[in-house]
């Protein structure tokens, strides 16, 4: 464990960027998952369904995001705290979320000899969340093409009966 408590920074960096990558590919495998459940569950809208009903839809998979970066967090706390680079699993969840969202307070920090993890931690979480935006665009795009049928649905019967 000598090794551990005073890294050579290329084994910093291939620890951390390791780390990244099977955080990247739980990444990949959620938005995968939490895609494909959404777009099951969205080949049954229809004009007839109601809004509060696309609204839990957005909101559930909203939470399903979320909870895919709680647990790819977690993933980048528990290797912080086996190494004992960060002594609980507080200090070292609350260290990856200030990384990972790249809010920096500083109100945990790494020794110097760990320092590199920070940034590619935070590395990561730009990636991820910029995949994440992208998903959170294409379901938003689905909602508001089903908001501009709706509409002109409306002006329809609108027109209809003004005739």
Not at 110 to 139: C, K
């Amino acid at each position: 464990m000598d090794e551990l408590s005073a890294p050579h920074p290329l084994l910093e960096i291939i620890l951390g960027t390791l780390t990244m990558i099977v955080v990247i590919f739980v990444h990949g495998a959620g938005i995968r998952t939490i895609n494909r459940r959404f777009n099951r569950a969205w080949i049954h809208v229809t004009g007839a369904t109601p809004l509060w009903r696309l609204n839990m839809l957005l909101a559930a998979n909203i939470g399903l995001l979320a909870a895919l970066h709680f647990a790819e967090t977690l993933l980048w706390a528990t290797p912080l705290v086996f190494l004992q680079i960060v002594p609980s699993l507080r200090d070292a969840y609350y260290f990856v979320l200030e990384s990972y969202t790249t809010l920096g307070d500083d109100a945990v920090t790494l020794p110097d000899e760990w320092r590199l993890i920070g940034p590619i931690i935070a590395m990561s979480g730009l990636f991820t969340f910029g995949w994440t935006v992208s998903v959170l665009v294409s379901i938003m795009t689905a909602f508001g093409k089903a908001d501009r049928e709706r509409a002109e649905r409306q002006k329809g019967l609108v027109s209809a009966d003004n005739e």
